[in-house]
């Protein structure tokens, strides 16, 4: 067993190699001149050259007049934006750092890609840590709070008392700004809001961050210094940081000038060089390798590198009396592992395949291997000099160790360690969904995305359990897991062609299922951030067959982003053939949709034989699809102007969503309601509009606050308040423009008409329903109001050629479920309500 007291005096004497003079004047130079600009000091030296030691000396060694931080980008969450913001947030804030704006805009962004939860201390991050999210959620009393910068701002309000303080969040602009931007421009917000109140804390104490291996994240850069990308939010949040300095260690200078010459004046590059021969025998000397010759082989084979002198440190300290000769760095490592007790090698070899590992990581892989797993061998193994300790008693091995100690596994080995880890990450996320107490910082890794980067290189796990694992995983710790999960499998992928293999055991289908699998989960990601363009890119091929659940996810991603783009015929050709050849898990969101575009184009009837169908097939959990099925049939008896079946269906849709606990199906059953009032009771359309808005404008959904104004302004124009009317459609073009929401522009447009109708404007009211029918037919949808906007028109007397023509190509697609003639009847009754002004 080594002598570990002995060994922590020798790491307390080694630290003076790490002050060399060069980078420690640099430091203090930068630390001197830190003001109103970013500062970036890069510290540039091979691997196992000491950056991440040096790193931690330059932070124990900064004044108490500065706050500091650290990124170990090693870890591959904190490679993730929204993960390194979060870990930097909770280290600043513990040091007294202020960040009610950023936490606001956090919110709002982790609210935007899990619009499927409600904001609580137990899933949203650091809320505890955070005061004003952890008062809103407080004061809420167990209340739904949705995280959108509207209703967030409001309820700060009512949780903050201090006054200065509460005004500077309700005047900041761009918390103001933030429910109308895409995901992309909400992200640059947050890191802005990130910075900004660093800045603003930097006035009364400065701060550093501390950056480690860079090339974790951009591995390859391409020629000219550009890097894929991969490191866009790292430089946009380091360009930000004002009032501080970064300190970034890699393995190659930056060279983010070719992105930006201004780069230049804020990067200062400072190289760490190998230890001079005086200090290589200086630090050997003092750990106790005292005999000349040894220390004289030992020096030159380590080529002044501190991982290798530590290692010969740590082989001294095991058995000091078979010193040997050591002739190449590799000499020296094999030499450690001679010295160490056998059973302590072979767990560290097997540790070496967990990319990070805590005591159950290390009691896991004890307890598959028959291999002491106790408190005293943790503690020797986590003191060597080359396992790196990380916040909350977790390490990583050094990567130069790495590949030393893998080089003893056998592959079949390697699979069943990746076999053992990907099981015990399974497990620990199984606790978690239980419900245990949420932590912080490196606990975020996410334990799902583990399981799936080991399952992929124990070549044991199936693309339909990596997006098992990836929809898991969006509830337990964020987009930005499933984000993580799409890079490992594309990092596997990429290392399997690199080495001419395949990446699973299942020859080239496994490959091409994997990539599938990948591309699915990006494209489903770019739909959520309203890239339907980008979903379409990495969908080009609809005609494959969807027999397996990822196939028909990534062909239901594909149609959904086609059908956003205004492709409604082919979507519903892919949305059919998923529904008629797919029998698992996706055949009911394939139904939906199916139903759905059915209704839309006409086809009533059909729709609504399918939705009875696939409500019949849904699993008694699929309470979220079922109340979109309910939901479904009311619009379609809605728009039959069957109010009598519109209202039961959405009772029953909103019965449904209650059980789910599904804000957003609640959300729209509110407009829901205030629509089907606009036909049945206009004086209680207004009231229900005016709920429904207040909830809608909380999430941020366009479209529907803009049907909610539509509803609104068709119940003020039968009530006659045209000037109200008015400008209650003026607010829903405004929102359905900003949502691109092209038909239901168009039907706001058709119900505007008939007010222009009742105010004398004949002609204006002519040319919009004319621009409605032609809109409704560009979008392939709603052919019976073609007829009803055809019906007004002749009542009117405002009916054309043109008009006449749209109708007659829209008639023969309405397939009703009663006899045509049942529906003119209530159609003719619907539009008396609109078109005079005493009904």
Same mark, same amino acid.
């Given at each position: 067993?080594?002598?570990?007291?002995?060994?922590?005096?020798?790491?307390?004497?080694?630290?003076?190699?790490?002050?060399?003079?060069?980078?420690?004047?640099?430091?203090?130079?930068?630390?001197?001149?830190?003001?109103?600009?970013?500062?970036?000091?890069?510290?540039?030296?091979?691997?196992?050259?000491?950056?991440?030691?040096?790193?931690?000396?330059?932070?124990?060694?900064?004044? !108490?007049?500065?706050?500091?931080?650290?990124?170990?980008?090693?870890?591959?969450?904190?490679?993730?934006?929204?993960?390194?913001?979060?870990?930097?947030?909770?280290?600043?804030?513990?040091?007294?750092?202020?960040?009610?704006?950023?936490?606001?805009?956090?919110?709002?962004?982790?609210?935007?890609?899990?619009?499927?939860?409600?904001?609580?201390?137990?899933?949203?991050?650091?809320?505890?840590?955070?005061?004003?999210?952890?008062?809103?959620?407080?004061?809420?009393?167990?209340?739904?709070?949705?995280?959108?910068?509207?209703?967030?701002?409001?309820?700060?309000?009512?949780?903050?008392?201090?006054?200065?303080?509460?005004?500077?969040?309700?005047? &900041?602009?761009?918390?103001?700004?933030?429910?109308?931007?895409?995901?992309?421009?909400?992200?640059?917000?947050?890191?802005?809001?990130?910075?900004?109140?660093?800045?603003?804390?930097?006035?009364?104490?400065?701060?550093?961050?501390?950056? &480690?291996?860079?090339?974790?994240?951009?591995?390859?850069?391409?020629?000219?210094?550009?890097?894929?990308?991969?490191?866009?939010?790292?430089? !946009?949040?380091?360009?930000?940081?004002?009032?501080?300095?970064?300190?970034?260690?890699?393995?190659? /200078?930056?060279?983010?000038?070719?992105? &930006?010459?201004?780069?230049?004046?804020?990067?200062?590059?400072?190289?760490?060089?190998?230890?001079?021969?005086?200090?290589?025998?200086?630090?050997?000397?003092?750990?106790?390798?005292?005999?000349?010759?040894?220390?004289?082989?030992?020096?030159?084979?380590?080529?002044?590198?501190?991982?290798?002198?530590?290692?010969?440190?740590?082989?001294?300290?095991?058995?000091?009396?078979?010193?040997?000769?050591?002739?190449?760095?590799?000499?020296?490592?094999?030499?450690?592992? %001679?010295?160490?007790?056998?059973?302590?090698?072979?767990?560290?070899?097997?540790?070496?395949?967990?990319?990070?590992?805590?005591?159950?990581?290390?009691?896991?892989?004890?307890?598959?291997?028959?291999?002491?797993?106790?408190?005293?061998?943790?503690?020797?193994?986590?003191?060597?000099?080359?396992?790196?300790?990380?916040?909350?008693?977790?390490?990583?091995?050094?990567?130069?160790?790495?590949?030393?100690?893998?080089?003893?596994?056998?592959?079949?080995?390697?699979?069943?360690?990746?076999?053992?880890?990907?099981?015990?990450?399974?497990?620990?996320?199984?606790?978690?969904?239980?419900?245990? /107490?949420?932590?912080?910082?490196?606990?975020?890794?996410?334990?799902?995305?583990?399981?799936?980067?080991?399952?992929?290189?124990?070549?044991?796990?199936?693309?339909? %359990?990596?997006?098992?694992?990836? !929809?898991?995983?969006?509830?337990?710790?964020?987009?930005?897991?499933?984000?993580?999960?799409?890079? !490992?499998?594309?990092?596997?992928?990429?290392?399997?062609?690199?080495?001419?293999?395949?990446?699973?055991?299942?020859?080239?289908?496994?490959?091409?299922?994997?990539?599938?699998?990948?591309?699915?989960?990006?494209?489903?990601?770019?739909?959520?951030?309203?890239?339907?363009?980008?979903?379409?890119?990495?969908?080009?091929?609809? &005609?494959?067959?969807?027999?397996?659940?990822?196939?028909?996810?990534?062909?239901?991603?594909?149609?959904?982003?086609?059908?956003?783009?205004?492709?409604?015929?082919?979507?519903?050709?892919?949305?059919?053939?998923?529904?008629?050849?797919?029998?698992?898990?996706?055949?009911?969101?394939?139904?939906?949709?199916?139903?759905?575009?059915?209704?839309?184009?006409?086809?009533?009837?059909?729709?609504?034989?399918?939705?009875?169908?696939?409500?019949?097939?849904?699993?008694?959990?699929?309470?979220?699809?079922?109340?979109?099925?309910?939901?479904?049939?009311?619009?379609?008896?809605?728009?039959?102007?069957?109010?009598?079946?519109?209202?039961?269906?959405?009772?029953? /849709?909103?019965?449904?969503?209650?059980?789910?606990?599904?804000?957003?199906?609640?959300?729209?059953?509110?407009?829901?309601?205030?629509?089907?009032?606009?036909?049945?009771?206009?004086?209680?359309?207004?009231?229900?509009?005016?709920?429904?808005?207040?909830?809608?404008?909380?999430?941020?959904?366009?479209?529907?606050?803009?049907?909610?104004?539509?509803?609104?302004?068709?119940?003020?124009?039968?009530?006659?308040?045209?000037?109200?009317?008015?400008?209650?459609?003026?607010?829903?073009?405004?929102?359905?423009?900003?949502?691109?929401?092209?038909?239901?522009?168009?039907?706001?447009?058709?119900?505007?008409?008939?007010?222009?109708?009742?105010?004398?404007?004949?002609?204006?009211?002519?040319?919009?329903?004319?621009?409605?029918?032609?809109?409704?037919?560009?979008?392939?949808?709603?052919?019976?109001?073609?007829?009803?906007?055809?019906?007004?028109?002749?009542?009117?007397?405002?009916?054309?050629?043109?008009?006449?023509?749209? /109708?007659?190509?829209?008639?023969?697609?309405?397939?009703?479920?009663?006899?045509?003639?049942?529906?003119?009847?209530?159609?003719?009754?619907?539009?008396?309500?609109?078109?005079?002004?005493?009904?």
């Amino acid at each position: 067993m080594p002598i570990r007291p002995q060994y922590r005096r020798v790491s307390a004497l080694q630290r003076q190699f790490f002050n060399r003079e060069g980078i420690l004047e640099a430091y203090d130079e930068e630390l001197e001149a830190v003001g109103d600009r970013p500062r970036i000091l890069n510290v540039v030296g091979v691997g196992g050259i000491g950056k991440s030691r040096l790193l931690q000396e330059l932070r124990n060694r900064t004044p !108490d007049t500065y706050r500091t931080a650290r990124l170990d980008l090693q870890l591959p969450t904190m490679r993730q934006q929204e993960d390194a913001l979060a870990v930097l947030r909770v280290e600043f804030g513990a040091q007294g750092v202020q960040f009610d704006r950023f936490d606001i805009a956090y919110a709002v962004l982790w609210q935007r890609v899990h619009p499927q939860l409600q904001l609580n201390p137990k899933t949203t991050p650091f809320a505890e840590e955070s005061e004003i999210l952890s008062k809103i959620l407080d004061d809420a009393m167990g209340l739904p709070v949705f995280g959108t910068a509207a209703g967030l701002v409001r309820l700060t309000g009512r949780a903050i008392k201090n006054r200065k303080r509460r005004q500077r969040i309700e005047a &900041d602009p761009t918390l103001h700004e933030l429910d109308s931007l895409s995901n992309a421009d909400l992200g640059h917000a947050v890191s802005y809001l990130f910075a900004e109140e660093l800045r603003a804390s930097a006035a009364e104490r400065p701060y550093v961050v501390y950056v &480690d291996a860079y090339e974790a994240l951009v591995p390859t850069p391409l020629p000219g210094g550009r890097a894929y990308g991969s490191d866009a939010w790292l430089r !946009d949040l380091l360009g930000q940081l004002h009032g501080g300095l970064t300190v970034l260690a890699s393995r190659e /200078a930056l060279r983010w000038a070719a992105y &930006d010459p201004e780069w230049a004046s804020v990067i200062r590059r400072s190289d760490i060089d190998g230890l001079p021969m005086a200090a290589r025998l200086d630090l050997l000397a003092q750990a106790g390798i005292t005999e000349i010759p040894r220390q004289r082989s030992i020096a030159e084979a380590s080529a002044g590198v501190p991982f290798y002198l530590h290692l010969a440190v740590d082989t001294h300290l095991q058995n000091a009396s078979r010193p040997g000769h050591t002739g190449t760095s590799e000499e020296i490592v094999q030499r450690f592992l %001679q010295h160490v007790a056998p059973d302590e090698v072979r767990i560290l070899e097997l540790l070496s395949v967990a990319r990070t590992f805590d005591f159950g990581v290390f009691q896991a892989v004890g307890r598959t291997f028959d291999l002491p797993a106790n408190l005293l061998t943790w503690e020797s193994l986590t003191a060597y000099s080359f396992a790196y300790p990380l916040p909350e008693g977790w390490f990583r091995l050094h990567q130069l160790m790495i590949g030393a100690l893998q080089r003893h596994l056998s592959p079949a080995v390697k699979r069943h360690v990746h076999a053992a880890l990907r099981t015990h990450w399974e497990e620990l996320a199984d606790r978690m969904e239980r419900g245990p /107490a949420r932590s912080t910082g490196l606990a975020r890794l996410s334990p799902l995305r583990e399981a799936v980067y080991h399952g992929l290189h124990a070549a044991d796990i199936t693309p339909e %359990q990596i997006h098992r694992h990836a !929809d898991r995983a969006v509830v337990l710790h964020g987009r930005q897991s499933v984000d993580g999960i799409v890079k !490992d499998l594309r990092d596997h992928l990429a290392a399997a062609g690199a080495d001419g293999d395949e990446p699973t055991g299942e020859g080239r289908d496994g490959a091409a299922d994997l990539r599938d699998a990948a591309d699915c989960l990006e494209a489903e990601a770019r739909l959520d951030q309203g890239d339907a363009a980008g979903a379409i890119e990495l969908t080009p091929c609809l &005609d494959r067959p969807v027999r397996s659940p990822v196939s028909a996810r990534l062909a239901l991603a594909g149609a959904n982003a086609r059908r956003i783009a205004g492709e409604s015929t082919l979507a519903a050709s892919i949305f059919e053939r998923v529904w008629e050849e797919h029998d698992g898990a996706a055949r009911a969101a394939a139904g939906f949709c199916v139903a759905d575009i059915r209704m839309w184009q006409g086809d009533f009837r059909s729709a609504f034989a399918l939705a009875e169908e696939v409500y019949g097939i849904c699993a008694p959990d699929d309470a979220v699809i079922r109340g979109d099925l309910k939901r479904l049939m009311h619009l379609g008896h809605r728009f039959l102007m069957d109010f009598d079946s519109a209202a039961r269906l959405l009772a029953e /849709a909103e019965a449904e969503y209650r059980t789910a606990q599904a804000v957003i199906g609640l959300a729209n059953v509110r407009t829901n309601q205030a629509e089907l009032y606009a036909f049945t009771d206009p004086a209680a359309a207004v009231e229900a509009a005016a709920s429904a808005l207040e909830v809608q404008r909380d999430i941020g959904a366009q479209h529907e606050i803009g049907k909610a104004f539509t509803a609104m302004a068709m119940a003020q124009t039968r009530l006659g308040q045209y000037e109200r009317a008015t400008s209650s459609y003026l607010s829903a073009n405004a929102a359905l423009d900003r949502a691109g929401y092209r038909s239901g522009r168009a039907r706001a447009d058709m119900f505007r008409a008939f007010l222009l109708y009742r105010q004398g404007e004949r002609a204006e009211a002519s040319g919009l329903l004319l621009h409605a029918a032609r809109e409704f037919e560009a979008c392939e949808v709603y052919p019976s109001l073609i007829l009803a906007i055809r019906n007004a028109a002749e009542r009117l007397g405002l009916g054309g050629e043109e008009l006449t023509a749209l /109708a007659d190509r829209a008639r023969p697609t309405v397939r009703p479920l009663g006899s045509p003639a049942e529906l003119q009847d209530r159609m003719d009754a619907v539009l008396s309500m609109f078109l005079e002004e005493n009904a």
